[in-house]
């Protein structure tokens, strides 16, 4: 068998999912979610760009705002049962519990393990050249944490290293994730159009972009079912897509001074993302087995893989991703309290929403996607230009594969308002914003959100954060006829959540040399839509022959912390 010397390199690929890591918070900067995300319909400045383009119409002159949500996220994964017992060593850990491991990240922007996510907008009435219209410019980012590092100080032992540590237990999520970060920014222009008084459109087009880096550990022989580190490799990847095309729509509409009702949708953001991959093996694997580039008339990702080693290393192979930030769409309805000559009060607002994280693509019985050009959230298709090499001599070129993530659609329910408080004396004369006159004021704000999972039961794992979640949060605003100053703060609830064992009866399964696979008899493996949790992949064998070896047999205790800040101003 000439399977897992790259097994998993699919994995350090596709850890780094490009929001990265998990699903979509509640809110966009800092005002909408200080109010839990419900804000498809209240949403008036800049914020509006992502949120509903419709919102835009709401501005006068040139609004310009600058709102950052910061997110920090605790996660640990305790796996169920005990290290396997090796027989190529004998490790001082072997039948030890598996110890809970901490996710302990290292954002590049981060601030103290807080990671912004920034929407900056402008926004232009034209100086009234074109009335009712509105245009918009900006960038923004889906609100996710994508930053991994699973590690616990752990280094992985490389056969070329005299002095590799084989006596320190590696950390039981090591097949999952080890290390990952990774960005996606939106560029947008958007536009609005006021076609009634009580009526506005608004639409965004957005040209994105991605970039991830991610390491894994995976299998570096054949069956490594006892998962001993010398039978390990090391994988990095770093890959990046510089344009991802999408675009959103959105309406509002004002039936009396007091009800809005609006919507959203916003397309899938479409991944094909390329770069290079490394790997370093442990001591135990192969020295005469790499992994290198394929020939020249066997390429179909992209050319520029270096020369393998045969040994330790290899540099530098093309690999190719494709998959799907989901499509999503909002629909909300807001109750305004207004005072004299409309001023507003205060309001209420309840917000629906939907991810289609359950969107598949149809796989015929090669194990191949039956349209190649195909993609889903869950189902990241990849082709690794790189083939298995014996000796120094080409065996075969991996398969074009694609790794099964368990997704369902998600559902989410946003309730949030404000309440308003004037200082001094208010401007009362009317405005064109369909919102309030505007005057020196305090703003108090404050909402619940529930999300519901994403991960099909067995599903859960340390990469991609798939629970459902409660979400509460406060915030306040000091506003002037010029400029609003926003703060918030919010809380991020999961608790633990816990995956049953892999074995048709929810006892936990175990594979070892003699006893393959979860199914009912001994040695029998089922067919991965049978599965219940992930597996090691291995690039040189289709799906359905893939190893059934569960990992993420555990519980996952976890939580964020949000904390936000904006600035508008309008002239």
């Known amino acids: 068998m000439k399977l897992a010397v790259v097994g998993g390199l699919v994995g350090s690929l596709l850890a780094s999912h490009a929001e990265a890591g998990g699903l979509f918070l509640p809110g966009s900067g800092a005002t909408s979610t200080s109010r839990a995300g419900a804000a498809v319909a209240s949403a008036d400045d800049g914020e509006a760009l992502s949120i509903n383009p419709a919102g835009l119409a709401k501005t006068t002159g040139l609004t310009i705002t600058i709102s950052i949500a910061f997110i920090r996220y605790f996660m640990e994964f305790s796996r169920r049962g005990t290290y396997d017992v090796a027989s190529d060593f004998d490790p001082p850990y072997e039948g030890a519990a598996?110890?809970?491991?901490?996710?302990?990240?290292?954002?590049?922007?981060?601030?103290?393990?807080?990671?912004?996510?920034?929407?900056?907008?402008?926004?232009?009435?034209?100086g009234g050249r074109v009335p009712n219209l509105r245009l918009a410019a900006g960038l923004y980012a889906p609100s996710g944490y994508p930053f991994r590092d699973m590690t616990a100080g752990y280094k992985?032992?490389?056969?070329?290293?005299?002095?590799?540590?084989?006596?320190?237990?590696?950390?039981?999520?090591?097949?999952?994730?080890?290390?990952?970060?990774?960005?996606?920014?939106?560029?947008?222009?958007?536009?609005?159009?006021?076609?009634?008084?009580?009526?506005?459109?608004?639409?965004?087009?957005?040209?994105?972009?991605?970039?991830?880096?991610?390491?894994?550990?995976?299998?570096?022989?054949?069956?490594?079912?006892?998962?001993?580190?010398?039978?390990?490799?090391?994988?990095?990847?770093?890959?990046?897509?510089?344009?991802?095309?999408?675009?959103?729509?959105?309406?509002?509409?004002?039936?009396?001074?007091?009800?809005?009702?609006?919507?959203?949708?916003?397309?899938?953001?479409?991944?094909?993302?390329?770069?290079?991959?490394?790997?370093?093996?442990?001591?135990?694997?192969?020295?005469?087995?790499?992994?290198?580039?394929?020939?020249?008339?066997?390429?179909?990702?992209?050319?520029?893989?270096?020369?393998?080693?045969?040994?330790?290393?290899?540099?530098?192979?093309?690999?190719?991703?494709?998959?799907?930030?989901?499509?999503?769409?909002?629909?909300?309805?807001?109750?305004?309290?207004?005072?004299?000559?409309?001023?507003?009060?205060?309001?209420?607002?309840?917000?629906?929403?939907?991810?289609?994280?359950?969107?598949?693509?149809?796989?015929g019985p090669d194990g191949q996607f039956s349209d190649p050009d195909c993609t889903s959230p869950g189902q990241y298709r990849v082709v690794i230009d790189s083939g298995l090499y014996v000796n120094g001599q080409f065996e075969q070129p991996l398969e074009k594969n694609y790794v099964n993530y368990g997704l369902k659609d998600t559902f989410s329910f946003r309730l949030g308002g404000s309440y308003h408080i004037p200082l001094g004396t208010v401007d009362l004369a009317p405005t064109t914003d369909g919102n309030a006159p505007r005057g020196s004021e305090i703003i108090v704000r404050g909402g619940i959100a529930y999300d519901t999972t994403a991960a099909k039961t067995g599903w859960l794992r340390s990469n991609f954060d798939g629970a459902d979640r409660v979400t509460t949060t406060v915030g306040g605003a000091y506003r002037t006829k010029r400029w609003e100053l926003n703060v918030g703060g919010g809380f991020v609830y999961e608790g633990t959540n816990t995956n049953p064992g892999a074995n048709a009866d929810g006892s936990d399964c175990n594979p070892t040399l003699a006893?393959?696979?979860?199914?009912?008899?001994?040695?029998?493996?089922?067919?991965?839509?049978?599965?219940?949790?992930?597996?090691?992949?291995?690039?040189?064998?289709?799906?359905?022959?893939?190893?059934?070896?569960?990992?993420?047999?555990?519980?996952?205790?976890?939580?964020?912390?949000?904390?936000?800040l904006g600035f508008s101003t309008w002239f």
């Open 156 to 363: 992985f032992p490389a056969a070329s290293d005299p002095d590799a540590d084989l006596t320190t237990p590696p950390p039981p999520s090591r097949y999952d994730i080890l290390t990952q970060e990774s960005r996606l920014l939106l560029p947008s222009l958007a536009a609005s159009y006021r076609i009634l008084p009580g009526l506005d459109v608004g639409a965004r087009f957005t040209a994105g972009s991605v970039q991830s880096k991610s390491q894994v550990a995976v299998w570096g022989t054949p069956g490594n079912v006892e998962e001993s580190i010398r039978q390990d490799s090391l994988f990095t990847a770093e890959v990046k897509d510089g344009f991802i095309p999408a675009f959103g729509l959105g309406v509002a509409y004002r039936p009396t001074p007091n009800i809005e009702i609006a919507a959203n949708y916003s397309s899938a953001l479409v991944v094909k993302a390329k770069g290079d991959s490394s790997s370093i093996k442990a001591p135990g694997v192969s020295a005469g087995r790499a992994i290198g580039p394929v020939p020249d008339d066997l390429v179909s990702c992209a050319t520029g893989g270096k020369g393998i080693v045969v040994g330790d290393a290899v540099d530098a192979q093309k690999a190719c991703i494709s998959l799907q930030v989901p499509q999503t769409a909002t629909i909300g309805a807001r109750y305004k309290f207004l005072g004299a000559n409309d001023r507003l009060l205060g309001d209420i607002e309840l917000d629906v929403g939907w991810e289609n994280w359950g969107k598949t693509c149809e796989v």
């Open 98 to 126: 598996y110890p809970t491991v901490e996710n302990d990240p290292k954002p590049p922007l981060g601030i103290a393990k807080f990671q912004p996510i920034p929407v900056i907008a402008v926004v232009t009435d034209l």
């Open 515 to 564: 006893d393959l696979g979860c199914g009912a008899a001994d040695g029998e493996q089922r067919p991965p839509d049978q599965r219940q949790g992930p597996d090691p992949t291995n690039p040189l064998l289709q799906p359905p022959f893939q190893f059934e070896n569960p990992y993420n047999q555990g519980s996952y205790k976890s939580h964020y912390v949000l904390l936000m």
